[in-house]
Nanobody, 123 residues
Framework: QVQLVESGGGLVQAGGSLRLLCLAS????????MAWFRQAPGKEREFVAG????????DYADSVKGRFTISRDNAKNTVYLQMDSLKPEDTAVYYC????????????????WGQGTQVTVSS
């Protein structure tokens, strides 16, 4: 059974940076597409960024493009989300997710989820 555990969230001022990590255990990590989603209070969970199993393909939501960078280290079973130039509207719980499909923005394509890590950006 796969487990995804996020870390790295916290409180940061607008314009600051955070780096989220997602450590995966279980089946071969490198065979799966990985992604980050986020959910703000009262809003739907939304796609943030995704990366293919060999890391060659990435995809970003328009709202984070140019500010966030997703990467992975298959040897460490870890996927990262580097978040720069953070804005108050980036405040949300960030979730790591795993999919057997190609890079996708569709929540239902992701069968495994972490418990989430809180990111709060103050103005």
């Amino acid at each position: 059974q796969v487990q995804l555990v996020e870390s790295g969230g916290g409180l940061v001022q607008a314009g600051g940076s955070l780096r989220l990590l997602c450590l995966a255990s279980g089946r071969v990590f490198s065979s799966y597409t990985m992604a980050w989603f986020r959910q703000a209070p009262g809003k739907e969970r939304e796609f943030v960024a995704g990366i293919s199993w060999i890391g060659g393909n990435t995809d970003y939501a328009d709202s984070v493009k140019g500010r966030f960078t997703i990467s992975r280290d298959n040897a460490k079973n870890t996927v990262y989300l580097q978040m720069d130039s953070l804005k108050p509207e980036d405040t949300a719980v960030y979730y790591c997710a795993r999919s057997v499909h190609a890079v996708s923005r569709t929540r239902s394509d992701f069968g495994s989820w972490g418990q989430g890590t809180q990111v709060t950006v103050s103005s």
